[in-house]
Nanobody, 118 residues
């Protein structure tokens, strides 16, 4: 069992920055691929960025060049640095953990709201 707790969301003006954090507990963090997803009102949840245990990353086209995902295995934490934020980035952001060995084990955080508005 893995528990995920997100933090760092809030209200920011267009062009601003936020950093989201997701603290994990309950298992060996390094064997989990971690991801950030988001869901805007009326839309499906979508992958924003992901990072493997070996720190390989991938990003949605809409955030490439603006967002950076990283992880600190010593702190059991994954981060999402969001720069040059746009109103269309407004959504609830969810942290996700997927066991890279037993891939059916997938966990979600409770979500954190990010609102980009002037």
């Amino acid at each position: 069992q893995v528990q995920l707790v997100e933090s760092g969301g809030g209200l920011v003006q267009p062009g601003g920055s936020l950093r989201l954090s997701c603290a994990a507990s309950g298992s060996i963090f390094s064997i989990y691929a971690m991801g950030w997803y988001r869901q805007a009102p009326g839309k499906q949840r979508e992958l924003v960025a992901a990072i493997t245990g070996g720190s390989s990353t991938n990003y949605a086209d809409s955030v490439k060049g603006r967002f950076i995902i990283s992880r600190d295995n010593a702190k059991n934490t994954v981060y999402l640095q969001m720069n040059s934020l746009k109103p269309e980035d407004t959504a609830v952001y969810y942290c996700n953990a997927r066991n890279q060995i037993a891939t059916s084990y997938v966990y979600w955080g409770q979500g954190t709201q990010v609102t980009v508005s002037s």
